[in-house]
């Protein structure tokens, strides 16, 4: 091999001919070097020794070469696993690919495990670069070869290169492939790379198996056919459901909306809907998180004739969590489509309520939260009659973070329905507010004031906004007084310039003398600002 670059163990005889060849050969030279780093370093230069070899000359001599001299220290071989997968391009294109699975091939059957790892995972990236007749004349013979090899290092290798081919080949080739699975022979030293891919791998008594055991089996799921999913992934997914760990528990919720494409509507309606029920009432917050998570992909995707039967029977009752009943109506949107506002007012609205009133003020800032969006799906009537007592009740909250959002929730409700809603429904609520004992609560109508006067314009500004901000003004708590000042500066800019200087002006004189420094400072400044002095 190498006849002309590295045909002699003095680099100086390929100056003789071509100079240009002369630091391959040091290269070449270095790959059969008794220094362990020498050989390494030469292999992590590999790229190069073929670029200056040209297509032909790698896949000729320089591959067959590597292939042939596969026994080494497992550092240099690693190295060598890694190189390989992007050598695609160096021998000359997808067309020739295949002459880099022999040396891939040996070192998937090295006894290192973290070689044959690599090997494996270069196998598989190339394998994208294999057109499918390729990947059939080369590619699957050499997984057959590693699935019924003597030792159980290269029977693990082809455990993790099955997928990779059996989506891209033929119905015929599809068969042979799951014939050499269920051959392969599963002594114990292989039941850890096997199981992932396998029902029993369900009983391993580590989480961490069991983790992968979940993910592998739902990758499994969407390539085999009907009668071996029932047989050979279903039962291990539907325990893994109900796994006494959470985590398990966790990554079967997590991977749902894949399991329930790759089973079919079929086996969704028989086993996965109780399943899914079960996430969704899990002991764990997470779980019941991650499966809330999937509630709008599971329902779009059931039958169509059953789906709004299972959504009512099975999966509304189980939204008694926050967490799941949060993400439903997130995606209230999606969910009207599917079940209809009819069905979706009366189901929803208990849930709404309990949410709005929960013990948790961040479940309650939540709801806010989504709040707009229950108001456009639903429509202003049914807004009006079952939802519109809750957004006032937030502005009383004892929480400040809740009478803040209820506000920001009041300006987005009318920017929805409109100014003249506002006056009639939402404004007269505001402004009795002004009255009430509790000084938070007083200062909560200035910041609706403060949201509400632009979006509703100057005339319901003027006539039924300002005279309430003006006679606060003389309110016993300083705090409020100097709100109103504030106030006054933002709704200003809103009013006609004769209510500024006729009855803005005066209340902003007076409170520029109050005794507060704090009601002083914040009059002077709207004074300034609307340029009253």
Same mark, same amino acid.
């Given at each position: 091999?190498?006849?002309?670059?590295?045909?002699? +163990?003095?680099?100086?005889?390929?100056?003789?001919?071509?100079? &240009?060849?002369?630091?391959?050969?040091?290269?070449?030279?270095?790959?059969?070097?008794?220094?362990?780093?020498?050989?390494?370093?030469?292999?992590? #230069?590999?790229?190069?020794?073929?670029?200056?070899?040209?297509?032909?000359?790698?896949?000729?001599?320089?591959?067959?070469?590597?292939?042939?001299?596969?026994?080494?220290?497992?550092?240099?071989?690693?190295?060598?696993?890694?190189?390989?997968?992007?050598?695609?391009?160096?021998?000359?294109?997808?067309?020739?690919?295949?002459?880099?699975?022999?040396?891939?091939?040996?070192?998937?059957?090295?006894?290192?495990?973290?070689?044959?790892?690599?090997?494996?995972?270069?196998?598989?990236?190339?394998?994208?670069?294999?057109?499918?007749?390729?990947?059939?004349?080369?590619?699957?013979?050499?997984?057959?070869?590693?699935?019924?090899?003597?030792? @159980?290092?290269?029977?693990? &290798? /082809?455990?993790?290169?099955? &997928?990779?081919?059996?989506?891209?080949?033929? &119905?015929?080739?599809?068969?042979?492939?799951?014939?050499?699975?269920? +051959?392969?022979?599963?002594?114990?030293?292989?039941?850890?790379?096997?199981?992932?891919?396998?029902?029993?791998?369900?009983?391993?008594?580590?989480?961490?198996?069991?983790?992968? /055991?979940?993910?592998?089996?739902?990758?499994?799921?969407?390539?085999?056919?009907?009668?071996?999913?029932?047989?050979?992934?279903?039962?291990?997914?539907?325990?893994?459901?109900?796994?006494?760990?959470?985590?398990?528990?966790?990554?079967?919720?997590?991977?749902?909306?894949?399991?329930? =494409?790759?089973?079919?509507?079929?086996?969704?309606?028989?086993?996965?809907?109780?399943?899914?029920?079960?996430?969704? =009432?899990?002991?764990?917050?997470?779980?019941?998180?991650?499966?809330? +998570?999937?509630?709008?992909?599971?329902?779009?995707?059931?039958?169509?004739?059953?789906?709004?039967?299972?959504?009512? *029977?099975?999966?509304?009752?189980?939204?008694?969590?926050?967490?799941?009943?949060?993400?439903?109506?997130?995606?209230?949107?999606?969910?009207?489509?599917?079940?209809?506002?009819?069905?979706?007012?009366?189901?929803?609205?208990?849930?709404?309520?309990?949410?709005?009133?929960?013990?948790?003020?961040?479940?309650?800032?939540?709801?806010?939260?989504?709040?707009?969006?229950?108001?456009?799906?639903?429509?202003?009537?049914? @807004?009006?009659?079952?939802?519109?007592?809750?957004?006032?009740?937030?502005?009383?909250?004892?929480?400040?973070?809740?009478?803040?959002?209820?506000?920001?929730?009041?300006?987005?409700?009318?920017?929805?329905?409109?100014?003249?809603?506002?006056?009639? *429904?939402?404004?007269?609520?505001?402004?009795?507010?002004?009255?009430?004992?509790?000084?938070?609560?007083?200062?909560?109508?200035?910041?609706?004031?403060?949201?509400?006067?632009?979006?509703?314009?100057?005339?319901?500004?003027? #006539?039924?906004?300002?005279?309430?901000?003006? =006679?606060?003004?003389?309110?016993?708590?300083?705090?409020?007084?100097?709100?109103?000042?504030?106030?006054?500066?933002?709704?200003?800019?809103?009013?006609?310039?004769?209510?500024?200087?006729?009855?803005?002006?005066?209340?902003?004189?007076?409170? /520029?003398?109050?005794?507060?420094?704090?009601?002083?400072? @914040?009059?002077?400044?709207?004074?300034?600002?609307?340029?009253?002095?």
């Amino acid at each position: 091999y190498l006849s002309h670059a590295g045909q002699s +163990n003095n680099p100086s005889s390929a100056s003789e001919g071509d100079d &240009s060849l002369y630091p391959i050969a040091v290269l070449i030279d270095e790959l059969r070097n008794e220094d362990v780093q020498l050989r390494l370093n030469s292999i992590k #230069k590999l790229s190069t020794i073929a670029l200056a070899l040209g297509v032909e000359r790698t896949r000729t001599e320089l591959l067959p070469f590597l292939t042939d001299t596969i026994y080494d220290e497992d550092e240099v071989l690693l190295a060598l696993a890694e190189q390989l997968g992007s050598f695609t391009v160096l021998v000359g294109g997808p067309e020739f690919v295949n002459c880099l699975l022999p040396p891939l091939e040996s070192l998937a059957t090295v006894e290192e495990t973290v070689v044959r790892d690599k090997a494996v995972e270069s196998l598989r990236k190339i394998s994208q670069e294999h057109s499918p007749v390729d990947l059939e004349v080369h590619f699957v013979p050499l997984v057959k070869r590693l699935a019924s090899g003597d030792w @159980f290092t290269s029977r693990t &290798s /082809a455990c993790g290169l099955f &997928s990779v081919c059996y989506p891209r080949v033929s &119905s015929t080739v599809k068969a042979e492939i799951r014939h050499s699975f269920r +051959n392969n022979d599963f002594t114990p030293s292989l039941q850890r790379n096997i199981k992932l891919r396998v029902s029993s791998i369900s009983f391993s008594l580590q989480d961490s198996v069991r983790l992968l /055991a979940v993910e592998a089996g739902v990758s499994i799921a969407t390539l085999l056919p009907q009668e071996d999913l029932e047989a050979l992934v279903m039962p291990t997914l539907l325990q893994a459901a109900d796994d006494k760990s959470w985590r398990v528990r966790y990554m079967v919720a997590d991977k749902f909306s894949e399991l329930q =494409k790759a089973v079919g509507p079929e086996i969704t309606k028989t086993d996965l809907v109780p399943a899914f029920q079960n996430l969704l =009432k899990d002991c764990e917050a997470e779980v019941r998180t991650a499966a809330a +998570n999937k509630v709008k992909v599971f329902c779009e995707n059931l039958l169509e004739d059953s789906r709004e039967t299972i959504i009512m *029977t099975h999966i509304l009752p189980c939204v008694k969590c926050p967490e799941v009943r949060l993400n439903i109506i997130s995606n209230l949107d999606c969910v009207n489509e599917v079940i209809g506002i009819r069905q979706l007012s009366q189901s929803l609205l208990p849930a709404i309520v309990e949410l709005a009133e929960d013990a948790k003020w961040r479940v309650r800032l939540a709801i806010i939260e989504y709040m707009p969006l229950l108001a456009g799906q639903l429509g202003v009537e049914f @807004f009006d009659e079952k939802l519109n007592s809750l957004c006032m009740a937030w502005l009383i909250d004892h929480v400040f973070a809740i009478r803040e959002a209820a506000t920001c929730n009041l300006m987005k409700l009318v920017e929805k329905f409109g100014a003249e809603w506002a006056q009639n *429904t939402i404004v007269p609520k505001v402004l009795g507010m002004a009255n009430d004992s509790n000084y938070l609560h007083r200062m909560t109508t200035l910041f609706c004031i403060n949201a509400l006067s632009e979006i509703c314009g100057q005339e319901i500004t003027t #006539k039924h906004m300002l005279p309430v901000v003006l =006679k606060m003004s003389t309110d016993q708590v300083a705090n409020v007084r100097f709100n109103v000042a504030r106030c006054l500066q933002k709704i200003g800019p809103d009013l006609d310039s004769s209510a500024l200087q006729a009855e803005v002006k005066p209340v902003l004189e007076k409170l /520029a003398t109050d005794q507060d420094m704090d009601v002083k400072y @914040f009059a002077l400044e709207a004074i300034s600002v609307l340029a009253l002095a």
